[in-house]
């Protein structure tokens, strides 16, 4: 049997995490390796219930604690639920966004704390840790310019504006500075030239 792979991606809004997630699902398909893809937050029944609470525009009231204990409930049933079974079963479990995103927009962008995120992310992933984090890195500049290339409306995060959006990305480096597991990938660069990277450092797990 194959040995689990837990791989994450992570940056902020518009940093083309879902064109490289598709170039790696197209690769292991290729491959012929078994994989789950999911999203947080969601990814089951009740983290899709959460997640709606947590985007929905109408709630621009929610306290900021509210904000990072629901983000963590959602992470602990997709745990239980899905990543840890799937990982035990040897398969590469793919994760578009995971807690690294909670350690840069709650614990630095919104400032409740580094250690604090990074206890209750403990505790919503029973100390399952990613083997490998993908941190695509961009200007946040660019990534507005891509994110209003695709049309889409904005959610409750990223209604939060640009200045948020560059504490985020602080975050972010600074996750990578603590934490070996994180590679930073220039986002700058064709997807072609991104997905070089990154499809190196996963062939290097295999
Ligand atoms: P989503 O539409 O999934 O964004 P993207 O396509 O950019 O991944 O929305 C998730 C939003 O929630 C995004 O703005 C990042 C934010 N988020 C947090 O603030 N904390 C978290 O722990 C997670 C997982 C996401």
Do not use: H, W
């Not at 690769?27 to 994989?35: A, C, S």
């Not at 490998?132 to 209003?148: C, E, G, H, N, Y």
């Amino acid at each position: 049997m194959d040995n689990g792979l837990f791989i994450t991606f992570e940056g902020i809004d518009g940093c083309g995490k879902s064109t490289q997630i598709k170039l790696l699902t197209g690769y292991l398909d290729e491959k012929g390796r078994d994989y789950l893809l999911v999203r947080e937050p969601g990814g089951t029944v009740i983290g899709e219930k959460i997640r709606s609470i947590l985007l929905d525009k109408e709630n621009y009231e929610m306290s900021p604690a509210a904000e990072l204990l629901l983000f963590e409930a959602a992470r602990a049933q997709i745990v239980e639920e899905k990543i840890r079974p799937a990982v035990e079963a040897g398969k590469v479990v793919i994760c578009d966004r995971f807690y690294d995103s909670t350690f840069a927009y709650q614990g630095v962008a919104r400032d409740l704390g580094e250690d604090v995120v990074i206890s209750l992310n403990d505790i919503a992933t029973s100390g399952l840790a990613p083997d490998i984090t993908f941190l695509l890195d961009l200007s946040v500049k660019d990534a507005f310019a891509r994110r209003q290339g695709r049309g889409e409306a904005d959610d409750r995060m990223e209604l939060l504006g640009l200045e948020f959006q560059e504490k985020v990305r602080n975050g972010y480096l600074k996750a990578a500075d603590k934490f070996g597991r994180i590679k930073v990938v220039d986002a700058c660069r064709t997807p072609e030239e991104i997905f070089a990277d990154i499809k190196a450092a996963v062939e290097e797990r295999f």
